[in-house]
């Protein structure tokens, strides 16, 4: 599990960690730094918003080609698509700067900074609350196309597969089709777009309404492929490689950033 569902949102462990790890830099700058109560507050608040403005710059600068398709998809924060490093490295930055009237207290919030990252690093290596990469593989199911035909999944294989998981109620799900769209005109990329617990006439008329054409979208009413992958809730995506292995699975809204990476474009 890289996700955890609160009602319908899904919060990645990748920002519940940071946010762990934040919470812990703020009670321990509060006690070791010594700094009056206001001059901590503008330290920590700036350091936060250094850090996330620095990492979201740093990869749409190096992303740059999928954002010049839609430029404001740069200021969704909420969207996965930071550069941890750089992130960091503007944080010290700040702490230098702000701090550069008291070397010592300066030294001992670029350190507590420092830890704070690599505790973060710590837990994103060690995932407590995740479960892995699953599945190991594609799962062996077959489900009905829109025409009533059944897809074995397994015959799908022999070039990369992405297998996404949504439903017409789900907002992201709806914002990353067209993306996905895109990438199954593609002729080394099979998609397919397993529509889970819902009846043949909205999805049919959903897609239909918006000009979304995929070669295979299936529906799932048993939701069998949310249990195979241990989803914690819609969209989730699969990458497979040609020998339907799993190579990534991305809990959230896709962006164009990930898929070009998924795909090795530049």
Same mark, same amino acid.
């Given at each position: 599990? @890289? %996700?955890?569902?609160?009602?319908? $949102?899904?919060? #990645?462990?990748?920002?519940?960690? +940071?946010? +762990?790890?934040?919470?812990?830099?703020? %009670?321990?700058?509060?006690?070791?730094?010594?700094?009056?109560?206001?001059?901590?507050?503008?330290?920590? /608040?700036?350091?936060?918003? %250094?850090?996330?403005?620095?990492?979201?710059? =740093?990869? $749409?600068?190096? &992303?740059?080609? =999928?954002?010049?398709?839609?430029? !404001?998809? %740069?200021?969704?924060?909420? !969207?996965?698509?930071?550069?941890?490093?750089?992130?960091?490295?503007?944080? !010290?930055?700040w702490s230098a700067w702000q701090l550069r009237d008291r070397l010592g207290i300066m030294l001992r919030a670029l350190g507590l900074t420092l830890g704070a990252a690599l505790l973060w690093l710590g837990l994103m290596s060690w995932s407590p609350l995740g479960s892995g990469m699953t599945p190991r593989?594609?799962?062996? !199911?077959?489900?009905? &196309?829109?025409?009533?035909?059944?897809?074995?999944?397994?015959?799908?294989?022999?070039?990369?597969?992405?297998? /996404?998981?949504? +439903?017409?109620?789900?907002? #992201?799900?709806?914002?990353?089709?067209?993306?996905?769209?895109?990438?199954?005109?593609? @002729?080394d990329v099979t998609v397919v777009i397993a529509n889970q617990g819902e009846d043949l006439l909205p999805v049919a008329r959903y897609l239909d309404a918006r000009g979304l054409e995929f070669e295979h979208p299936l529906l799932d009413p048993r939701q069998s492929l949310m249990v195979e992958s241990d989803a914690p809730g819609l969209p989730t995506t699969l990458l497979f490689d040609a020998e339907g292995r799993t190579r990534e699975r991305h809990v959230g809204e896709l962006t164009r950033a990930t898929l070009d990476d998924w795909l090795g474009d530049e």
């Open positions: 599990m @890289d %996700a955890i569902a609160l009602g319908p $949102v899904l919060v #990645p462990l990748s920002r519940l960690y +940071a946010l +762990a790890c934040a919470l812990l830099l703020l %009670a321990a700058s509060a006690w070791l730094l010594g700094l009056p109560r206001g001059r901590h507050t503008r330290w920590f /608040n700036g350091l936060i918003i %250094a850090w996330i403005v620095g990492a979201r710059l =740093a990869h $749409v600068a190096l &992303n740059l080609p =999928a954002y010049q398709a839609d430029p !404001l998809d %740069a200021l969704k924060f909420w !969207l996965p698509g930071y550069h941890a490093p750089f992130g960091l490295a503007a944080a !010290l930055a593989a594609l799962p062996e !199911l077959s489900l009905e &196309n829109l025409e009533g035909e059944t897809v074995d999944l397994a015959d799908l294989t022999g070039q990369t597969l992405i297998v /996404n998981l949504w +439903a017409t109620w789900c907002p #992201p799900c709806r914002r990353e089709l067209p993306l996905l769209a895109e990438a199954d005109a593609r @002729d």
